[in-house]
């Protein structure tokens, strides 16, 4: 192992094989990428001896490859006819630059006619390295693979004595027209039936069974099993081997129709899944989009789990009860472990096989989000008699859909709550300059007063002083306005407004309105038209008061003395229009529209402050109940301010 | 009215407004007794014997509502509660504790001699006899005789609205929640009432109000209760 200097990295490979050294062989192998600082590769190359290996054993092929990638390694699965040739191509390709592999295993009698994939290897390998090892035995026991559900099959042997049944009969009818070669044929119809139906095994008792049956029935002499000319073994020989021939090819183009249609039904969940998280916003309802289509697709009960704060699991999509049943506690233990541990766990896997719930840890780019827990209901149907290999492959590709699909929403829910933190701050530091400054006239008016007062004691006479008394007050009940005005600004802003409704009559909410106000409108002459058959409108009180109030304000600010105001209301559909009217100036028509907005001011000089907040909360008090606000200047001259109320109460208040 | 009779009894942790209280009631020639704290209040109310109290919602060792409930336990004596705008849940509490009125900060001397004026005819009232006749500006009610007139003219009203009024002119002047009025007329408090009190309020003002929009009598206080004015 010369040490090579400069930056030149090497890149390891190394082979995935069926069996369990391979496991060894592949720690070997990142660790020996670790101590290189190199990027390591696990290839596992699928042949179509590999198509032919038990099932179990082509399970540890995909498990020892899924382990490479648990380690670190990026794996890649190839199809060729020759071992050897594919993993020496694709080392070229990737410019790898040492091969590793387990040591030859074989018995003794294949590599007598065979030359074992190493040794080919070794032969085909050229300029790159390549090391035979042992291998690191795993730390931990590794658990024989694990027991699948069995397979109800029909009874394929007994099918083939049926098949054999049938195609007898039919020969015997057969007989009388037809020559003996005509009727072999049918016996091979027989035996391919059955390689259809029921598989090698049966296939090859039906070709062995056929053969007798043919013997013993049509060929002379019948009803024997000897025979009358010799060339008949021959034709025996021949059929049997057909037989073996077709029933062969039979399973495989069935395997691979067979997996064919199962990767077909993968990939359109794959795709219904996708299709519809990317429409889906919000991280509950991907959650419950998720639920669905893992319960859809693998026929099964699923509910999803979500850590707290703390890390700890709780459920956020799902029915928690189906699936855990009775033993919520010991279940949720083994939640809590797939979600630390990140692993896959539970039912049918390595990691706590006999739990009845498969746990599938939701993989997100950088951290495990959550656990997905699935309870089949029926551990025969079809998608977890799937292979293991194929099963827990989709199952994680989903779970990794449903994690990055939940990751982009918390993500956009963080960045929506950031933005609304900076609207409110920079909102609240404008208005924080606007009322400093609506504070401090009032404020040095009543200091000023109260100063003249207090140093100024002999000098002033009694009007002056009087002035001074009435100015500190007058300025004081501007400044309570204004406070009051903010505090409901806080409160509508804030969102945590809660509309107090009731149905009150229109009046009862002017009455109050005018009452308070009762002092300062003694001079003015009010008008209120509220008809008498006015119904009840869901108003909160309190809120709805302010809107007067703050309207009568508007109008008393903008209006002579002694200039009369009016208050009526109107029923209109299924809502009720109030107008608040004065005879004053009215509004520039175009500032119809921004007057509403938080401290807008008149273009005129006025000699009190513009309108200020006043309008924006009846604004916003008025938009809280469903209704709307607007202006208009009055067709004989003055202005007036329209609002709605909806009469119908919608939803919950 | 001369004040010289009465003991009135301030609780108010704020000094501002405890100096401003002091010489508002006493240029109207009421005595006044001090108190910085709950504890303090239901001291001084026992010993004292005060015949009002005015007691500020915003004290900082026991809730309000605490002085209200101990004081009523052995006193009627009327208290007006004073409270900070935006607390009318507080006021409420405090109205159906037992407090027999309220001021909402900021107030004026001229508010606050309205309630203190309701509260001395009040007392005074409940020293002489019952008297069954209400009289306030045009409106007139008999209790016992169970007739109502304005300006005038009879009014017929339901025994219902009969009740209602009573029970407001036997608070007149005073504020009466809407629980008080449920409990007094209905003898029970439920949400649903609520909503059939204020249709009965609305009759009650159609009936008697010049210009219902305008009451002169009954005025509603927004998220407090209803008040029947009393013209002196």
Redesign the interface.
């Known amino acids: 192992m010369a040490n090579r200097e400069g930056i030149a990295a090497e890149r390891l490979l190394v082979c995935v094989g069926p069996s369990p050294a391979s496991a060894d062989v592949i720690r070997a192998a990142r660790s020996m990428a670790a101590s290189l600082k190199a990027a390591w590769f696990a290839v596992y190359v699928e042949d179509p001896k590999m198509l032919r290996l038990p099932e179990a054993e082509r399970n540890r092929a995909v498990y020892n490859l899924r382990l490479a990638e648990q380690l670190g390694a990026e794996t890649i699965t190839l199809r060729g006819r020759r071992i050897a040739e594919e993993i020496v191509n694709f080392a070229r390709q990737r410019q790898i630059t040492r091969i590793v592999t387990g040591k030859p295993t074989s018995s003794r009698w294949k590599s007598i006619f065979l030359e074992s994939p190493v040794d080919e290897l070794m032969r085909q390998s050229g300029g790159i390295d390549v090391y035979a090892i042992t291998g690191e035995p795993a730390g931990q026991k590794e658990a024989p693979v694990l027991v699948q559900p069995r397979l109800m099959r029909l009874p394929g042997y007994e099918m083939a004595l049926v098949y054999l049944i049938l195609a007898t009969g039919l020969a015997f009818l057969m007989y009388p027209y037809f020559d003996l070669p005509n009727l072999i044929m049918v016996y091979l119809l027989g035996v391919m039936a059955t390689a259809i139906h029921c598989g090698q095994g049966p296939a090859i008792l039906n070709s062995l069974l056929s053969v007798l049956a043919f013997d013993f029935l049509f060929v002379p002499p019948r009803w024997t099993f000897t025979v009358e000319e010799a060339k008949y073994i021959v034709t025996f020989a021949v059929m049997f081997l057909t037989a073996v021939v077709i029933s062969y090819l039979a399973t495989l183009i069935k395997r691979q129709a067979e997996a064919a249609r199962l990767q077909e039904r993968q990939t359109a969940a794959m795709y219904a899944l996708s299709g519809e998280l990317a429409g889906t916003r919000g991280v509950e309802n991907v959650l419950q989009v998720s639920v669905k289509h893992f319960s859809e697709i693998f026929q099964c009960q699923a509910v999803a789990l979500l850590p707290d704060e703390k890390g700890k699991l709780h459920v956020a999509a799902g029915d928690l009860a189906a699936v855990f049943q009775k033993d919520i506690l010991k279940e949720m233990g083994v939640a809590q472990w797939a979600f630390d541990a990140g692993q896959i766990a539970g039912w049918g896997t390595q990691n706590i096989p006999d739990s009845p719930i498969l746990y599938v840890p939701l993989q997100a780019v950088d951290a495990i989000l959550g656990v997905l827990a699935l309870r089949p209901r029926d551990p025969q149907s079809e998608y977890w008699l799937l292979p293991e290999q194929l099963r827990l492959r989709l199952l994680e590709s989903l779970a990794k859909r449903v994690a990055l699909a939940f990751e982009v929403e918390r993500l956009q829910k963080t960045a929506m709550e950031a933005q609304v933190v900076v609207e409110t701050e920079r909102l609240r530091s404008s208005l924080l300059g606007s009322v400093t400054h609506d504070f401090q006239t009032p404020l040095a008016a009543i200091m000023g007063s109260a100063s003249s007062l207090i140093d100024l004691q002999g000098r002033l006479d009694a009007m002056q002083a009087q002035e001074m008394l009435a100015n500190i007050y007058d300025e004081a009940e501007r400044l309570s306005r204004l406070i009051n005005n903010l505090l409901d600004i806080a409160m509508l802003q804030g969102g945590s407004l809660k509309l107090h409704k009731e149905l009150q009559p229109l009046e009862e909410v002017v009455g109050a309105a005018l009452n308070r106000l009762e002092k300062r409108l003694a001079d003015r002459p009010i008008t209120t038209s509220l008809p008498a058959d006015l119904p009840m409108v869901p108003l909160d009180a309190a809120l709805a008061e302010h809107i007067f109030i703050n309207l009568l304000e508007n109008s008393l600010k903008y209006t002579p003395p002694g200039s009369p105001l009016t208050i009526s209301a109107v029923r209109k559909d299924d809502e009720i229009e109030v107008e608040v009217a004065d005879l004053g100036p009215g509004f520039p028509p175009e500032d119809l529209e921004k007057i509403f907005e938080m401290y807008y001011r008149g273009t005129e000089d006025i000699v009190q402050k513009g309108y200020g907040l006043g309008l924006s909360i009846c604004r916003a008090i008025v938009q809280a109940h469903g209704g709307r606000i607007w202006a208009v200047n009055r067709t004989g001259g003055g202005a007036a301010i329209r609002f709605t109320f909806p009469l119908a109460v919608q939803g919950q208040q | 009215m001369s004040g010289s009779d009465w003991l009135v009894l301030v609780v108010e942790d704020e000094a501002p407004i405890r100096r401003f209280l002091k010489a508002a009631l006493e240029a109207q020639g009421f005595k006044m007794l001090e108190a910085f704290t709950g504890a303090q209040a239901i001291a001084m109310a026992a010993s004292h014997n005060p015949d009002i109290i005015l007691l500020d919602l915003g004290l900082p060792d026991i809730d309000g509502l605490q002085v209200i409930k101990n004081i009523r336990e052995w006193s009627h004596t009327p208290i007006i509660v004073i409270s900070a705008?935006?607390k009318?849940t507080e006021k409420v509490k405090g109205l159906d504790a037992g407090a027999d009125d309220y001021l909402t900060k900021?107030f004026s001397v001229e508010e606050l001699s309205a309630r203190m004026r309701v509260a001395i005819r009040h007392l005074a009232q409940s020293r002489k006899k019952d008297e069954p006749v209400f009289q306030t500006g045009e409106l007139q009610v008999d209790l016992a005789r169970r007739t109502v007139w304005v300006g005038g003219a009879e009014i017929h009203l339901t025994p219902i609205e009969f009740k209602l009024l009573a029970v407001l002119v036997r608070h007149s002047g005073k504020v009466v929640t809407q629980r008080q009025l449920l409990k007094e007329v209905w003898g029970y408090h439920s949400d649903e009432q609520?909503?059939y009190l204020?249709?009965y309020?609305?009759h009650l003002?159609?009936k008697l109000e010049a210009?219902?929009?305008?009451?002169v009598y009954l005025?509603?206080?927004?998220?407090v209760g209803y008040r029947l004015k009393y013209q002196e």
Request: aromatic share 0%; hydrophobic share 15%; charged share 30%.
């Open positions: 705008r935006g009318d900021p609520a909503h204020r249709n309020i609305h003002r159609h210009d219902p929009a305008r009451p005025s509603t206080e927004p998220g």
